[in-house]
């Protein structure tokens, strides 16, 4: 088949979302990707499965009082749109947190997820009621991580597969998106030749011939650009962040390429907000490789002390979990590219989570007794995963002692910046403030406050106690890397997903939705996420362009 109603270029959770909707309707669908069938599903399978979800049952049964207008500040306040063109994105913001808040859970229960009871506090915020951050828990973890989010899409789409209604074509590399008078005649490009690589690994671009389909409508959902280093260092926002990191590490595979922006701006596009973005500044190497360069995100709890290349301590609102962005400048201020974590193994114990689906084997197999063997019976030791990242990782130092702690990390990070007696010092000022349940040191308060929740109280937050109290140990040291992530930027679209050029009118036949449409709008994020927002924004913006009325 080579014509249909409609063309989608990427076959991940938006292209899947826009798909089963198209298919709902009876419309014919083709689908191109670069990258054999066993990837289909994209980066969405590789994670951990949050969705930002606002006044759930979940919520609510954890003691948690949310509300659209609550949520609408949070994200407001932190995206600080202030550009001219923030008007799309205002309202895709203004129309997901609508969606969060009323139809996305019932819809999503209907069609089989499942969430587990406790709900996660993430980017807990800079410091202000009317600035960045989630006044409250809103992080949902869907039971089955990435992979338990796709199957139910991929599972519509098989269905519509079967009946003759959707096409794949793998292996098929979109080159140009064919226009006609203005309008979207189709996509034309190179076929791969077969490659059996395991989900995840980098593929051959061996070309195996040609190809040239046509539609009505072409509705691309390529991704974004986190796995090219060199296209995320050209757009990099040196004024704003300080210089692009020499080192990184990747957070998605070498297939988020970010090579069909250019061509969708090529046809008519218009890329708003390139230089917003999200990379997180928890990552470590993996010592168990998949793609190149292959890192992996610490979902840390408050507790962790954070340290810069040099020993010495950041200031709030610096702290684990609370402020990507603002954390990312403050490092990069530095004129390094990496920080470090210094912890006990009562907090790695407690406070330690991985991201990602592989690195949660107990939340992605579904089963209740794999959860409470890695999380509730496993004694002294953190889940499987991360003891592994402590063993065999090359950014992780233990020791029994400070001295051989700080060692370890100057041998790590070369140089001998680290100064025992600086680094000595901070942690024992630290360790004054435990005796009482009150403190001056605001991390400290942080963590009295995160324990104010039972959520955190009983999984994400350990009791307070002395590092440097060998009963609490051992001691802990991770040297962190940044890790690229997300896009917030991306082309323009209206809330039908329908893209906008320079010219502010809409191209006929042409849509973008998830991360190549900054997840809508160009950038409904603004300069900073509220997590649980990427998986949740492919959603949504998927669905409106499956729903759309401009698919005729």
Not at 304 to 329: C, E, K, Q, Y
């Amino acid at each position: 088949m080579t014509s249909a109603d409609a063309i989608i270029v990427g076959s991940g959770l938006a292209g899947l979302a826009a798909a089963a909707e198209l298919g709902d309707r009876g419309k014919q669908v083709i689908f191109v990707d670069q990258e054999p069938r066993s990837f289909l599903g994209g980066q969405a399978f590789w994670s951990l499965g949050g969705l930002f979800m606002i006044d759930t049952p979940e919520q609510r049964r954890m003691g948690i009082k949310d509300s659209r207008e609550l949520a609408l500040n949070d994200w407001m306040g932190s995206a600080q749109f202030d550009r001219d063109e923030d008007a799309w994105p205002r309202k895709w913001a203004e129309a997901y947190v609508d969606f969060a808040a009323g139809e996305m859970r019932p819809w999503l229960h209907a069609m089989g997820l499942r969430w587990f009871p406790i709900v996660g506090w993430a980017e807990r915020g800079g410091g202000f009621a009317n600035g960045h951050g989630n006044s409250v828990p809103r992080f949902h973890l869907t039971w089955g991580t990435g992979p338990g989010i796709i199957e139910h899409f991929v599972r519509r789409c098989i269905a519509h597969e079967k009946a003759g209604l959707i096409h794949f074509h793998f292996r098929h590399q979109v080159d140009r998106i064919d226009m006609e008078n203005g309008a979207a005649k189709g996509v034309s490009g190179t076929v791969l030749a077969a490659d059996a690589s395991e989900r995840g690994q980098k593929t051959n671009r061996d070309p195996a011939g040609d190809f040239a389909f046509t539609a009505p409508s072409v509705i691309v959902t390529s991704g974004g650009i986190g796995g090219n280093f060199e296209m995320v260092r050209k757009v990099w926002p040196t004024e704003r962040l300080g210089p692009a990191p020499k080192d990184m590490v990747a957070g998605v595979p070498a297939h988020v390429d970010g090579r069909m922006i250019a061509i969708s701006e090529g046809a008519g596009g218009h890329v708003i907000n390139g230089d917003r973005m999200w990379h997180y500044t928890e990552g470590v190497k993996n010592w168990d490789p998949i793609w190149p360069s292959h890192g992996i995100r610490i979902l840390p709890g408050p507790s962790s002390m954070w340290f810069d290349a040099r020993g010495n301590r950041f200031a709030p609102p610096a702290l684990p979990g609370f402020d990507s962005v603002g954390t990312l400048r403050e490092i990069l201020a530095t004129g390094f590219d990496y920080s470090w974590f210094v912890l006990t193994q009562k907090v790695i114990k407690k406070e330690f989570a991985l991201s990602g689906s592989e690195q949660n084997p107990d939340f992605t197999s579904k089963k209740w007794a794999e959860v409470i063997k890695q999380r509730v019976l496993s004694g002294k030791n953190a889940t499987g995963p991360v003891e592994a990242f402590k063993e065999k990782g090359d950014d992780f130092v233990v020791a029994n002692d400070l001295q051989t702690l700080i060692n370890g990390m100057n041998q790590i990070g070369g140089g001998n910046l680290i100064d025992a007696t600086h680094l000595r010092r901070q942690i024992e000022a630290r360790d004054t403030q435990i005796d009482n349940p009150f403190s001056k040191d605001a991390q400290m308060m942080a963590i009295h406050a995160a324990r104010n929740y039972r959520g955190d109280r009983l999984l994400r937050t350990a009791k307070p106690h002395k590092f440097l109290d060998p009963a609490n140990g051992p001691l802990i040291a991770v040297k962190l890397h940044i890790l690229t992530r997300k896009s917030l930027g991306g082309l323009q679209t209206n809330l039908d997903s329908q893209m906008i050029g320079a010219d502010c009118a809409a191209i006929p036949g042409l849509f973008a939705a998830g991360e190549v449409a900054g997840f809508g709008g160009g950038g409904y994020h603004g300069y900073n996420a509220l997590e649980g927002t990427f998986l949740g924004g492919c959603i949504f913006s998927g669905r409106n362009a499956g729903r759309s009325s401009a698919i005729a």
